[in-house]
């Protein structure tokens, strides 16, 4: 799904990189210990905001020069780049109970093993980690031997390695001693930072592995990708998604410019669905050269890129800057979905 990624040696002097400069996240430098290091201020002036372009289109029918509604049958005004053909942004797609639903997903179901996460390569498949987090456990390491495998419990996971991990709870640690190797459930779901749907992708090969077990692709999520891609497609084609995968981003996160060029049909639309705090999405050209355009993502926008958009670079950083506990407030959604409080941006891609 996420091709060329690589930076040239040059990268301080394309256009791309100094974007990608201009809308980083930095700390303040204040030198004083006694105040918490504060967020320097980033210059938003410039970045499209296609909220105010949908209340101004639905209130007076006009958008900005360089930007049009999109004339087709679809159930909410779509929006377009002039200079960027197949790139189309859908603002407010989701309602807020559909964006409840899906960051639940993300956080509870989508990271369950098949379904594999960056966590894999360490810790083998984890399950239930959203839940473990909830109730303040730790994953710890344990001697593997023969013996020990027929009698593994549900709890148990294991690597390449012949290592057990297990979640066990947090005050039974201390009583292992010290040689054992521990990590925290919440520390681990903090450091989540993708998981793959579908089809699974092969990060160290760059391309998909057909032949890795792999959970389906809910349908209720399919359906989901079928109606949002539908601006994007020729008549008479339905978007049929086969693989997905699941961004999560922290304060000042990013995913460095890149392609999505792992797809052998680029006519098909990359379906790209934004969750949780605020985001800012640079698209640049077919040259990091170029300078690209800055978006605001909220969630519930939908954004779809097919056609020569599959060939321009682009780039997700989480943008939001309240603070708090990261658990907390993913538990607050189990009652209702707190955009202004959260401290996570889940972006849901699907490919075709």
């Known amino acids: 799904m996420y091709g060329s990624n690589l930076v040239p040696d040059d990268a301080e002097r394309t256009a791309f990189r100094r974007a990608e400069k201009q809308y980083k996240v930095y700390y303040d430098d204040s030198k004083s210990s006694k105040k918490k290091k504060q967020l320097k201020q980033v ?20 958008v900005p020069p360089g930007t049009f509604a999109l004339q087709c049958d679809f159930d909410r005004p779509v929006f377009c780049i002039e200079n960027r053909p197949g790139f189309y942004f859908i603002p407010d797609a989701l309602t807020v109970e559909e964006q409840g639903k899906w960051i639940r997903e993300s956080l509870i179901s989508f990271p369950q ?27 710890v390491e344990e001697e593997n031997s023969t013996g020990d495998l027929d009698s593994m419990s549900d709890s148990s996971i294991t690597n390449n390695d012949a290592k057990i991990w297990k979640f066990v709870e947090e005050n039974s640690v201390s009583s292992r001693g010290s040689i054992c190797k521990s990590v925290s459930a919440s520390v681990l779901l903090r450091k989540l930072r993708w998981s793959t749907l579908g089809l699974q992708f092969d990060w160290s090969k760059r391309n998909y592995a057909v032949s890795l077990p792999h959970n389906k692709i809910p349908d209720a999520l399919c359906e989901l990708a079928k109606k949002m891609a539908a601006p994007a497609m020729s008549k008479g084609e339905v978007f049929q998604p086969e693989g997905a995968i699941v961004n999560y981003f922290g304060l000042g996160d990013m995913l460095g410019g890149h392609l999505d060029d792992m797809e052998a049909d680029w006519s098909k639309p990359i379906v790209s669905i934004s ?3 605020k985001a800012i999405f640079l698209l640049g050209g077919k040259s990091r050269d170029e300078p690209p355009l800055a978006m605001f993502l909220r969630s ?8 020569e ?16 506990s990261f658990i907390k407030e993913m538990e607050k959604l189990h009652e209702k979905l707190n955009q202004q409080q959260m401290e996570i941006y889940v972006s849901l891609v699907l490919s075709s």
């Open 43 to 62: 210059d938003l002036s410039e970045v499209v905001d296609f909220k105010a372009i949908l209340q101004s289109f639905n209130q007076s029918g006009e």
């Open 113 to 139: 093993p098949y379904n594999r996460t960056n966590h894999n390569a360490v810790y083998g498949p984890i399950k239930d980690l959203f839940m473990a987090a909830k109730e303040r456990k730790i994953l």
């Open 275 to 277: 969750l949780g705090c």
């Open 300 to 307: 519930g926008d939908v954004v779809l890129m097919a056609g």
């Open 309 to 324: 958009a599959r060939e321009c670079f682009h780039e997700t950083k989480s943008l939001e800057i309240k603070r708090g």
